[in-house]
């Protein structure tokens, strides 16, 4: 996912698709603003795949910009791949269903304004700054 990201936020059709997510007053100057542009486009244009039975992939960040989605961890890479485009630190949290200690479940976190927020890309619904409910951190991986 590490390497996915990287390689993502360096393809210049995916550093378009970031800049026009984010209001010109914004960039470089107010994270916390491209942040929420950030996950607005990707929830209003994006939408979460379950992959395939058996399977489980992970695929470029550009390609789940034209595939219209992706599951929890292609998500992931493309929002990290956004943040390395936009300049702040991300980390990967996996995590469980409570009482599990495999993880089923990943999401980004952007370290904005000397803090970790979650950002449940995976999900419309829950809150910049929120763990979906029954989401319980195992570990992270900052990138």
Same mark, same amino acid.
């Given at each position: 996912?590490?390497?996915? @990201? ?5 393809? $210049? ?50 390609? !789940?910009?034209? @595939? ?8 992931? !890479? ?14 990967? !949290? ?9 993880? !089923? ?27 979906? $409910? ?10």
């Amino acid at each position: 996912m590490r390497r996915l @990201a990287r390689e993502g936020a360096g393809t $210049p059709e995916l550093r378009l698709w970031v800049l026009e997510a984010v209001p010109v007053a914004c960039v470089g100057r107010a994270p916390r603003c491209e942040l929420e542009g950030v996950v607005s486009r990707m929830r209003r244009d994006l939408r979460f795949k379950l992959d395939p039975p058996d399977v489980d992939r992970v695929q470029h960040p550009w390609f !789940t910009v034209l @595939a219209g989605g992706g599951d929890c961890d292609c998500l992931s !890479t493309l929002f990290a791949a956004c943040g390395f485009i936009l300049g702040w630190p991300v980390r990967f !949290t996996v995590g469980a269903k409570p009482g599990k200690s495999v993880p !089923t479940h990943v999401l980004p976190e952007a370290g904005i304004d000397g803090r970790w927020i979650p950002v449940e890309v995976s999900s419309r619904f829950i809150p910049i700054g929120q763990y979906p $409910p029954g989401f319980v951190p195992l570990g992270q991986v900052t990138l």
